[in-house]
């Protein structure tokens, strides 16, 4: 009743009359009516959606008081000192390595400007699954990064909060928190078909509840205090969840939330104890890889369902024992209080952002963070199983990581949880049960009886990467090194870990194809390399940031340790012996790289013994088997041997060694090998080595052999990539650099390892033109995780090195918009270019190629080197004494029996040899020369006695080997090798021995296998018996492989050469000299010049440095130059002497045959195109016959592109140009000033459009159709400002009927892109430039131009009368024909360009009128633009870069041809009204007077009538007549500038002057005839301008002077223009001012200059048909008439300036920040949204939403429209969220590029890296440039169609 009565009372009365009992000493009774009141108002019967509920408690919160008073009340209170301001995905933060000690450290935009950054390493990011500001955290960043406001509160002192502020906070809120748990109790369904539509259902009627709690959280520290005590206290969670017994829904509805638990699979309260008791955490951890069982029989059915619904030949899914888990960390749960079952109830919900947002909003609050993380970590494993079943887990695992980023960066806290809350052994087990759901039997090696496991990367789990937030989690924790130290410790937890990451070794296995081509190609490879690198090497970096010291040396041991037992488990697992099972290659051995890294850390970083950490001989076998096929396997994909397996296994190679993938793939596969290589027999490597890579068989000193196991064509890539790879194992100092002698010192160890490794890197970059110092440079070499290496970069001064091997420039003219970022200097070619390392690092082989062709043309500029220069070879830096065996494979009798071998084979020339394994064969030999090795006692052993196969060479040492003669060798060849067929000359006895020293010398191989045979024995302890195995038996078996043909004889070669004999010989091939090496050679050698060169080079530089290190070799060197060779060469090599004889000779042939068809191809062509001519055009043999051959000389011949036929354009078979029309507004964008117009960067700031040339006309036609008649003023103006057609060319000709047959071709074309045939879109089938039009050519004759200027004796009078009786015939059209046909047509198409809009400006749309505006205007815009292209002058002369490609003149014509249609109105003549004195009948009052348009003509709109002028002296008559009109308006218009008194004085001053012989020509006769005329006008000279009366200057005669010719320059310009596109005349350059002398000249309106005379004035050019004054006194007649009416308007009208600046874009700040800060949180001014894709105009600065659907128009969306309005399809807008350029033309649209570069100069497209960008002015003048020029379309390649969607 109680509550009831207070029902009805005012709620704010209410509250205020509650509170005031609550605060007496005796509150029981008010506390009663308050839980009395919000029994029935928070009665969670009622549905969520009452408001009711919520305005009760807000007033009751409040106190009485407005609920935002009470908001601003509390929050004066806020002590907090952290900003905690939480965001969601794509906000827009900062984050700050200087300031951070956290990595994920971030910062929102204005705690970031409020702090102090200067000269940090700072970078801008849009957040992908949300954030929180740290600023003010001191366990997150340091604080001095703090932002003012934050960094004050730490020591100011806020007033304590009064007690009785929040009393009612705390009763109402734990009842409120309780309703929105009872209402997700209720709401919850468990997965159905509905579930998601219901559970948005609910969260949708919840919105208004959460929303109140998130507003609660932003009152500050006082309220986040109350709701941390009421979401932790366990009692009052006791008191009211299970609610009372006699409330039956309360009990239903807790009930509801057991079911929930129980059906999550979690353990009930009830339940706890019972299953905690079952199974101990180190129970699980040991036996979680325990045998295969299914956990129930529920379960067992379930999973073979499963497996039935699997494709054919889908691997069977293996599933571990259920009983085998950790069930207290996976399936025990257990609420104490709100916040966990809160927390549990966002997991069932799965994570919605609202409550993501209320629950992190809390994190300020220190008690609350520590309980939520625990709260956290007891839900993680519950969370793991609900991502796993969610149907968003892409949306799920970001707002996951929203949460754990905020809580396990901090390195405290983490710790905290960690120990009290077991967070490492959760995480493990739950990556363990993750995974556990998608193990597949693995099928490597031994697939029947293999026992390993492996994950399917065919399962959603990897695909989508549901795995990556534990990852991620597991990643961030791991940074911390006490986190990481508690890992590295708990030896049961690393096991557990080594199992896990075995679940990833031998993943995604390939087998290759050998029949057929794959049917599906499947691309698991990306989930594979994606799931190694995030779960297995990121661990493992972040783990080996703590292993740096010697301190830390019993957890590399550890590791070691526990890597080394999991592998000898893998390799037991999969049954392997010795041999890898042929044709199968995995890329994923993270087991072999965990091993691999923690190696070289324990060596480099920790001073630890290498052979300590390594396990026996048999044991290193095993481990490099897989790694060197993973190597062998790269070559047989790059040769083609996996071309069935499809393009993903090319994918694979080529990721196994991308940038991203490098450091934790290749480079330890290679330092493992490395290892291995250190240590086993280097005969048993090098012989595995060649055994991998199949080459085997090809290593004979026969010119034939036999290879089972490869074809012919893939012998020689294989070949080449074992070298390659040898001389990469051997030269490859990643891992291997020696310690700096003296300082041990882990932190400099560890610097300058990085130092050289991004030194090597970015030089690689820059030598192959793609380096990109603005991407995380250090991420590229060096992994990611290790966060100091940024930092201390600048310890080993790296910027310095970058500033010296890096400058950046501009490629103003590269042909797509890309940009070159640096050059390479000297410094980089000569001394830092490795191409073993570029090899090692290019994804593309092509691009190592682009290196040495960058090398090539550095060598050719610098002179050093003029021919096709060899890869140079770099002195490695030496080895770490733990890897000094490695030098003991350069001193190996096998390798060097190897290079012997093919040094004889080039030599020989025989099959499958190339100079790339020439360079690698020198590049070993020299390698061996630079490193030697230490102890030779091994080299001084005999090895006779064991009559083993090494009698080829005395020794290992390679010095010594290098002159030992071989002399003969046995080789089992074919019956048909050229050796089989040669009968040995000598005597029988010779060959009987050398026959038997055959026997010793020859079996090459059979001494490798041998060698691995015996060395197996050792490993296995076999008896000593094994050593007495038939040798040659063995051998044959070994590596013949069993399926060779049996038609194999032995024959014996000899040879005598040593390897020092045949460099030599080599040198003397290469250079093609007989004796290129004299005696004397080495005395004059000089070593500096061998450093780049070819192969002579190299071999030079051998031989000096072997003579230099061997006296014996010096002397060797010297017999074998001395000796006289025969001009034949030895006897063995006749058969390949003949051979390349033959070679030659078909050459020789092929090469006449090839000419000979050439010749017959040409004349076949001859002979078509004559017969074609005489086919198509019967009429032109006739027409020959009848014209004389002068006149077929001088008509012009145009060349066909598609059909390549040559002849003059007809009336039937015209001949057209390839233009492309485009719509054009760059006039109308033009101003008075030359400056650029800011961009707008604060609300102050505005872009104001009334000063463009546009709206100055625009504002102009209206004022004229406002007053006179419509016809008059479209003859009065031009239109081609604004939407103007503007017409190009390339300059190629085609024939009309050419140019359809190639369209419909192109129609028929699927395969198009870029361009739209059905629009008439096309590109030049010359150059390829794009097109859309071809504008028909004017027959004629070419030589008419001297013709025309004959010179001009007819009086002016007489010529008036002529160009008037021309008019006459302008209505007359030419007879129909194809030619008239395709003008009309391209008028069509002229039209159809541009908008209907920028068409028609009259009242009658479609009117003649507006057709004949048009087409002047079409001239004057072409006209204009070419003067703009100029420059805006003609001083420069000549013809500009568009000009020389000009149509203007094939343009003029076909307009010509056109304007014919329309007649002019006799009455209105505008050539009458210039030359004539006509008395006017009409009165001057009223609207309807027609303008006398001839006083405000724009100068071209007479040029229509140009084209029939072809006498010159015609087109000079009416520039006469135009420049008087010119003139008058000049002074019209300046005698509005002059003040009365300055008036009256000319006026004087010309009435006096009138009276002489030359007043008509003097411009002061004519000023004061003006003024004195216009001063009769009412009130004209009344509107006093400003400006005028302000200005002190005093108009001079020179400043009049000035001004009259800078007034009439544009039009002489333009007519200058018009002359030399019409008769040729050659434009002669000047300065800029006599430009105006010069144009007169070249016009005929005055006299040549000469350097004695003065220059002409602007009077002298006048020439008047009737009286001067008379004329001027009708014109200004007629203005008194208009000024009478409208004074204002006539001065507008009369007073114009012709002068407008270039167009220009807008100036942009230097700073991008500046604009992204003003313009990425603007809301648009059309939906009045903040736009999700910004963009700007760089024309006029609109700002529009890209592809925003709330701003379409029509279907159109606002970039393409607004690109309509403003620059008639042509639009370039900067995208705010991407700093990059994007260009709209018509229906297409491409990506430009960015004008916003870094301080490395390289552009931050869609600001994924954040960094500080500035402007590039050159890039900006180049964009420019293009607008202006209208060359997007050529320049730019990559277009695309937008479909109205931008």
Not at 427 to 454: A, F, G
Request: net charge negative.
């Amino acid at each position: 009743m109680m509550a009831a009565s207070l029902l009805r009372r005012d709620k704010k009365a209410t509250a205020a009359h509650l509170k005031a009992d609550l605060k007496r000493t005796d509150n029981t009774a008010a506390v009663r009516q308050i839980h009395e009141l919000l029994d029935d108002v928070l009665n969670p019967e009622k549905p969520a959606t009452d408001t009711e509920a919520l305005d009760w408690c807000k007033c009751l919160i409040a106190g009485g008081e407005a609920f935002e008073e009470f908001c601003k009340t509390v929050r004066s209170y806020d002590n907090a000192t952290l900003c905690g301001l939480v965001w969601t995905a794509n906000f827009v933060a900062y984050r700050c390595r200087t300031c951070g000690i956290s990595p994920c450290m971030s910062l929102c935009a204005e705690c970031f400007n409020n702090g102090d950054h200067t000269s940090h390493d700072f970078n801008m990011f849009r957040s992908q699954a949300g954030g929180a500001c740290d600023c003010g955290d001191s366990n997150v960043m340091r604080e001095s990064g703090f932002c003012r406001r934050h960094r004050l509160r730490t020591g100011e002192n806020i007033p304590s909060i009064p007690r009785d502020l929040l009393l009612m906070s705390e009763l109402v809120l734990p009842r409120f928190i309780l309703s929105v748990i009872q209402y997700l109790r209720d709401g919850y369904t468990e997965p159905d078909s509905s579930t998601e539509r219901d559970l948005q259902k609910v969260l949708q009627q919840l919105e208004p509840q959460i929303s109140f709690l998130e507003e609660l959280t932003k009152m500050g520290a006082a309220m986040r205090t109350v709701l941390t005590k009421i979401l932790t206290n366990q009692q009052t969670f006791k008191e009211l969840s299970m609610g009372q017994e006699d409330n039956l829904f309360a009990k239903k509805n807790y009930d509801k939330y057991l079911a929930a638990l129980k059906n999550s699979g979690l353990v009930s309260v009830e339940d706890k104890h019972q299953s905690s008791g079952d199974v101990g955490a180190e129970g699980g951890a040991d036996t979680l890889l325990g045998s295969a069982a299914p956990g129930s029989p529920d379960e067992s059915s379930k999973e073979e369902d499963q497996d039935a619904g699997q494709s054919v030949g889908q691997r069977k899914r293996v599933k571990l024992s259920s009983s085998t888990k950790d069930l207290s960390i996976i399936e025990c749960l257990k609420h104490k209080c709100f916040l966990e079952e809160l927390l549990f109830w966002t997991i069932k919900y799965e994570f919605p952002q609202k409550k993501v947002t209320f629950l992190l909003n809390m994190l300020p609050d220190q008690d609350y963070k520590i309980t939520f993380t625990k709260t956290f970590v007891q839900h993680y494993a519950f969370i793991m199983k609900t991502l796993m079943k969610s149907h968003e887990s892409d949306t799920m695992s970001n707002r996951i990581v929203h949460i754990s980023v905020q809580l396990f960066s901090n390195e405290e806290l983490a710790r905290h949880v960690t120990e009290e809350c077991q967070l490492l052994d959760i995480m493990v087990t739950v990556l363990l049960y993750m995974m556990e759901s998608c193990l597949i039997k693995s099928e490597l090696q031994d697939e029947e009886n293999s026992r390993h496991v492996v994950v399917n990367c065919s399962e959603a789990l990897l695909k989508n990467n549901t795995y990556w937030p534990l990852v991620s989690d597991f990643i961030n924790i791991l940074s911390h090194q006490s986190v990481a130290k508690k890992f590295l410790e708990d030896h049961s937890l690393l096991m557990l870990w080594m199992s896990f990451v075995s679940f990833f070794q031998g993943m995604n296995l390939n087998k290759r194809e050998l029949n057929e081509h794959v049917e599906f190609e499947s691309q698991t490879y990306y989930a594979a390399f994606a799931a190694e690198l995030e779960a297995c090497a990121q661990p493992m970096w972040g783990l080996l940031t703590h292993c740096k010291v010697k301190e830390t040396q019993e957890y590399t041991k550890t590791v070691v340790r526990y890597c080394l037992e999991t592998l000898q488990i893998w390799f037991d697992a999969i049954s392997f012996n010795d041999e890898p099972l042929p044709n199968q290659v995995t890329f994923h051995l993270p087991l072999h790289r965990y091993y691999a890294m923690f190696l070289s850390k324990a060596v480099k970083c920790q001073g630890l013994d290498l052979d300590s950490l390594l396990p026996d001989q048999e044991m290193l076998m095993k481990i490099m088997v897989h790694p060197l096929q993973i190597q062998a396997c790269l070559s047989e994909i790059h040769s083609n041997m996996w071309v069935r397996n499809g393009l993903q296994i090319k994918g694979q190679a080529m990721t196994y060694v991308q940038s991203h993938f490098c450091n934790s793939m290749i480079d330890p596969d290679i330092y493992l090998l490395q290892v291995c290589a250190s240590r086993l027999d280097p005969d048993y490597f090098i012989s595995s080595v060649f055994e991998r890579f199949k080459v085997v068989d090809l290593l004979t000193m026969a010119s034939q052999h036999q290879n089972a196991v490869l074809d012919s064509e893939q012998e020689r890539p294989m070949l080449e990539g074992a070298l390659t790879f040898l001389v990469i194992l051997t030269s490859l100092r990643i891992h291997l650099a020696e310690v700096w002698e003296n300082e041990f010192d882990p932190i400099m160890v560890v610097l300058r390892t990085v130092y050289r490794r991004v030194q090597e890197g970015v030089v690689i970059q820059l030598c192959l033109g793609t380096v990109r110092f603005g991407e995380n440079t250090v991420h590229f070499y060096w992994p990611s995780s290790d966060h100091m290496v940024a930092a201390l970069l600048h310890v080993l001064k790296w910027k310095q090195v970058m500033r010296e091997i890096q400058s950046c420039h501009f490629r103003s003219s590269c042909s797509k918009a890309h940009f070159v970022p640096f050059s390479q200097t000297a410094e980089v070619w000569e001394n830092e270019f490795d191409p073993i390392m570029v090899v090692l690092r290019t994804v593309y082989r092509r691009d190592v190629q682009s290196a040495m062709d960058r090398y090539s043309a550095f060598l050719k500029q610098s002179g050093i080197h003029t021919g096709n220069p060899w890869p140079p070879y770099k002195e490695r830096t030496p080895l770490h004494p733990c890897y000094k065996g490695l030098i003991q494979l350069l001193h190996c009798k096998t390798l060097h029996i190897v290079i012997f071998t093919l040094l004889y084979k080039i030599w020989m020339d025989h099959q499958n040899m190339s100079e790339h394994v020439l360079c690698m064969v020198l590049y070993l030999i020299e390698l061996g020369l630079d490193n030697q090795v230490q102890d030779s006692k091994e080299d001084e052993e005999p090895c006779i006695e064991e009559h083993c196969h090494d009698s080829w060479f005395p020794g290992t040492n390679l010095i010594s080997n290098l002159h030992h003669v071989i002399n003969f060798v046995r080789v089992r060849v074919p019956e048909t090798a050229p050796e089989v067929k040669r009968e040995a000359p000598p005597s029988t006895s010779s060959e009987a021995s050398s026959y038997g020293q055959n026997l010793r010398e020859a079996q090459v191989f059979s001494l490798v296998a041998e060698r691995r045979r015996k060395f197996q024995e050792i490993i296995n302890r076999s008896s000593s018996e094994a050593s007495m195995v038939v040798r040659p038996k063995s051998s044959s078996t070994r590596w013949v492989p069993p399926g060779t043909p049996p038609q194999l004889v032995t024959e014996i070669l000899e040879i005598r050469e040593s390897m020092l004999s045949l460099l030599v010989k080599l040198h003397q091939k290469l250079s093609s000299k007989q004796n290129s090496l004299s005696e004397s050679w080495l005395d004059s050698m000089d070593m500096s010049r061998h450093a780049h060169g070819d192969g002579i080079t190299a071999i030079e530089r051998i031989l000096t440095k072997a003579a230099t290190r061997s006296c014996q070799i010096k002397r060797s060197i010297r017999d074998i130059c001395g000796k006289v060779h025969p001009p034949v060469p030895p006897k063995k090599n006749s058969p390949t002497d003949k051979k390349a004889m033959d070679k030659e000779e078909r050459r020789q042939r092929a090469r006449e045959r090839q000419q000979k068809l050439l010749a017959e191809f040409a004349s076949r062509q001859k002979s078509f195109m004559e017969t074609a001519m005489d086919v198509e055009s019967p009429e032109t043999e006739a027409a020959m016959d009848l014209g004389t051959s002068e006149m077929m000389e001088s008509e012009v011949l145009y060349d066909c592109v598609i059909c390549g036929q040559s002849g003059p354009s007809t009336e039937d078979r015209p001949a057209g140009l390839v233009v492309l029309l485009q719509a054009s507004s760059v006039l109308g964008h033009r101003c008075k000033s030359g400056e650029a117009k800011n961009l707008p960067t604060s609300d102050e700031e505005h872009i104001y459009s009334a000063d463009t040339c546009a709206v100055a006309h625009d504002v102009r036609l209206t004022l004229l159709q406002r007053f006179f008649k419509d016809s008059s003023c479209l003859q009065s103006v031009s239109i081609g400002w604004d939407g103007g057609v503007y017409v190009q060319t390339c300059g190629h000709t085609l024939h009309i009927d050419c140019h359809k047959s190639y369209m419909e071709s192109l129609r028929n074309d699927q395969v198009l892109q870029g361009f739209s045939v059905d629009k008439g879109e096309f590109t030049c089938p010359l150059c390829r430039q794009f097109a859309n039009s071809v504008l028909p050519c004017r027959p004629g004759r070419g030589s008419e131009t001297g013709a025309w200027h004959s010179p001009a004796n007819k009086k002016t009078s007489v010529l008036i009368k002529e160009v008037e009786a021309l008019q006459d015939n302008l209505g007359l059209f030419p007879t129909e024909s194809n030619l008239s046909k395709e003008m009309e047509s391209v008028i069509k198409d002229i039209k159809n360009t541009t908008q209907k809009k920028y068409m028609d400006y009259g009242k009658n749309p479609g009117s003649p009128d507006n057709d004949f505006l048009f087409m002047y205007s079409l001239a004057r815009t072409n006209l204009e633009l070419e003067l703009v292209h100029r420059g805006g002058n003609l001083c420069c002369g000549g013809a500009s870069a568009a000009a020389k490609r000009s149509c203007l003149n094939q343009l003029f014509h076909v307009l010509a041809m056109h304007m014919r249609l329309y007649s002019i109105d006799s009455a209105y003549n505008p050539w009458t009204k210039l030359t004539q004195l006509t008395q006017s009948r009409e009165t001057c009052r009223g609207f309807n007077r027609s303008v006398v348009y001839v006083l405000f003509v724009a100068i071209a709109h007479v040029l229509g009538l140009c084209p029939p002028l072809r006498p010159v002296e015609h087109f000079t008559c009416v520039v006469k007549m135009l420049y008087n009109l010119q003139f008058i308006q000049a002074l019209a218009a300046l005698s509005t500038k002059l003040r009365p008194e300055e008036r009256q004085a000319w006026s004087s001053s010309g009435a006096i002057k009138k009276a002489r012989a030359n007043a008509e020509t003097s411009f002061e006769a004519l000023l004061g005839h003006v003024i004195s005329e216009l001063s009769k006008c009412n009130n004209l000279y009344a509107v006093v301008v400003e400006d005028i009366m302000l200005s002190s200057s005093v108009w001079s005669p020179q400043s009049v002077e000035f001004s009259l010719q800078q007034y009439c320059l544009p039009f002489l310009r333009l007519a200058c223009l018009l002359q030399h596109h019409l008769y040729g005349d050659d434009l002669t350059g000047c300065l800029e001012q006599e430009e105006f002398s010069s144009l007169a000249a070249c016009l005929g309106l005055a006299p040549a200059p000469s350097v004695a005379s003065n220059p002409a004035n602007s009077a002298s050019c006048l020439e008047w048909a009737v009286s001067a004054f008379d004329l001027v006194t009708h014109w200004c007649a007629e203005v008194k008439g208009l000024s009478q009416v409208q004074t204002e308007q006539s001065l507008t009208l009369l007073v114009q300036d012709p002068q407008w600046a270039p167009p220009r874009l807008l100036q942009l700040p230097d700073n991008y920040n500046i604009i992204f800060q003003y313009y990425h949180r603007k809301a648009c001014a059309v939906c009045k949204k903040v736009p999700k894709d910004p963009a700007l105009c760089l024309v006029c600065g609109a700002f529009v939403c890209l592809k925003g659907v709330c701003c379409k128009q029509q279907g159109i969306c606002e970039c393409v429209l607004h690109s309509q309005h403003c620059g008639a399809a042509t639009g370039i807008f900067l995208l705010i969220n991407a700093s990059v350029i994007i260009i709209i033309r018509g229906h297409r649209f491409c990506l430009w590029g960015s004008v916003y570069l870094d301080a490395h100069g390289e552009e931050d497209r869609d600001l994924r890296r954040g960094k500080p960008l500035f402007l590039c002015e050159e890039r900006y003048r180049v964009l420019e440039q293009q607008w202006v020029s209208h060359t997007f379309d050529h320049i730019n390649k990559r277009w695309g169609p937008h479909y109205n969607g931008l």
